[in-house]
């Protein structure tokens, strides 16, 4: 069951890992588009990134926790600890930065049943020049990518460490 929970755990960080890296990615060549392309590329991202991305963040999470509890001797605790608080650390990021962001690029969609609830909760972002929202949401996602990506070294480390 240990191994198995690890190599789960790893995937579901990596699945994460490679939506906030392909927000981080984008970067340079969204922050080039005028406002109506970039609130145009906007809309592309639900619900592949809401759904796929954000259920792989929320089931990550839970399985580094469970993994926490039943980690198997000879894996370093404080690596997968630590993949957890990264993890807990781009998810606040996500509520606190992104959003309230995502919820003004979304304001103009008529989005029904689940995504219209997951978008209707929390407080939106003011509504500030659109530049500042952009640079919100788009320096927040490389945040996350940035963290994520030590999450998964963490466990990737964790787990050749019981494999050596």
């Given amino acids: 069951m240990g191994e198995f929970l690890h190599i789960l755990t790893v995937l579901l960080v990596a699945v994460f890992l490679a939506t906030t890296l392909g927000h981080a990615l984008e970067l340079p060549g969204k922050m080039r588009l005028a406002q109506q ?32 509890f ?21 998810h606040a990021i996500y509520w606190g930065a992104i959003h309230p962001v995502n919820k003004v690029w979304v304001n103009s969609l008529d989005l029904k049943g689940a995504s219209g609830g997951f978008f209707r909760a929390g407080g939106a972002a003011s509504a500030a020049d659109w530049t ?33």
């Fill in 132 to 164: 500042e929202l952009r640079d919100r949401w788009e320096y927040a996602h490389a945040a996350r990518a940035f963290l994520n990506f030590g999450s998964l070294a963490m466990l990737v480390i964790a787990l050749a460490i019981v494999e050596s």
């Fill in 70 to 90: 039943l980690t198997p001797d000879g894996v370093p605790l404080i690596l997968v600890s630590g993949s957890l608080g990264l993890l807990i650390i781009a």
């Fill in 37 to 68: 392309d970039y609130l145009k590329v906007q809309t592309i991202y639900w619900p592949g990134f809401t759904w796929i991305g954000g259920g792989a963040e929320v089931l990550g999470m839970l399985a580094n926790l469970v993994l926490i």
